[in-house]
């Protein structure tokens, strides 16, 4: 072997022990062919099981929905390039659009605690509303093992900007699009929705882009600075916790972060109409009263819906899952039907 070789051997091999040591000190991580980390720990099929031994009295089974005959998928989309990172999204669509016709549009973001999880797990609830009528986008964005806090939001903000570039070649309407959220998902598709124009995670292509005319929260948390949310995502015995990973640090390090990225600071006037459903767990219910308190001052409709007996993940699972799909595709007809774009004065007044 040549000297060149020898070169390019030992730069492979130290960057394979490289990658070793790192899965090494992040159990549950694999790295993707462009070298970003992947935590796959969170997915339907353990979420599955740990509803199934948790809820023996239900006959619980992961929700599958098909499309219509004559709907649409496009898949792998690329709606951001960050260096050689290309971010996706999958849209569904009714596929009986007449020229011309423009349909109501929802980004939908997956949960898995800001770290793990990926865009497929919201496929089910994006075939049932694409079955209703919305075109409906299924997002990645970049999670904490990736990229800390908030290069996720800013990812999200520039989904709605590609949304809206593209509403022709998709036949959406741009000027009435919603966000729905899940878990850590539900708490950033928040934050998404009552911060348009916010500078901190403003991107090139998000610019009077990122407005949303309606927010759908399946069990976020809305503040992470309530004596509720610190109690479970600050704990002491978590080094760190999902939150304290996302932010770089715990409450008591980064307490700026940790209220920055609570959408109950930015609520109020000119916020969007707002559905929460509920699981039957108090902790991810965390700010949501003063919340709702906050847009009611305003006159802005919020619904709250709570599954008396549920997991967290019951969107993922029948029984639940039909009941929550009909009562979000209900709420974003109501919700859409008339829009208010709320200014970046209105948002900036509303925080405290």
């Known amino acids: 072997m040549n000297k060149s070789g020898q070169r390019g051997f030992r730069w492979m091999r130290s960057s394979v022990m490289t990658l070793a040591a790192l899965a090494l000190l992040q159990p549950g991580l694999t790295y993707s062919a462009v070298s970003f980390p992947v935590d796959n720990s969170y997915n339907v099929q353990s979420a599955f099981e740990k509803a199934r031994k948790q809820y023996p009295q239900f006959p619980v089974a992961i929700a599958r929905v098909e499309l ?152 976020g948390v809305v503040s992470f600075t309530t004596p509720m949310a610190l109690k479970y995502e600050n704990a002491p015995h978590k080094n760190p916790s999902a939150a304290g990973a996302w932010f770089g640090g715990r409450y008591e390090d980064v307490p700026e972060l940790w209220r920055e990225a609570s959408p109950l600071e930015y609520a109020g006037a000119g916020s969007p109409p707002t559905l929460f459903i509920n699981s039957s767990h108090p902790r991810f219910h965390a700010g949501r009263d003063q919340y709702i308190d906050r847009l009611a001052a305003h006159n802005v409709p919020t619904k709250v819906m709570t599954h008396d007996v549920s997991p967290h993940p019951f969107w993922l699972f029948q029984p639940w899952f039909d009941h929550t799909s009909h009562i979000v595709a209900d709420f974003l007809e109501t919700s859409l039907e008339a829009t208010l774009e709320p200014s970046l004065k209105q948002v900036k007044s509303n925080r405290k």
């Open 68 to 219: 219509a005959k004559g709907n649409l998928v496009e898949r792998d989309l690329v709606y951001r390039q960050v260096g050689e990172r290309a971010l996706h999204m999958d849209i569904f669509r009714p596929g009986s659009l007449g020229a011309g016709t423009k349909r109501p549009a929802v980004l939908l973001v997956h949960g898995g605690g800001w770290r793990s999880g990926n865009r497929h797990l919201q496929e089910p609830m994006a075939k049932y509303l694409a079955n209703r009528g919305f075109v409906s986008a299924t997002v990645e964005y970049r999670l904490s093992p990736e990229a800390r806090y908030p290069a996720g939001v800013q990812d999200l903000k520039a989904a709605l900007g590609w949304l809206r570039d593209n509403a022709g070649e998709y036949g959406i309407d741009p000027q009435r699009i919603a966000i729905l959220g899940a878990s850590s998902g539900a708490q950033m598709a928040t934050l998404v929705g009552v911060t348009p124009g916010l500078k901190v995670y403003e991107t090139s292509a998000s610019i009077s882009k990122d407005s949303v005319q309606a927010i759908v929260n399946l069990d």
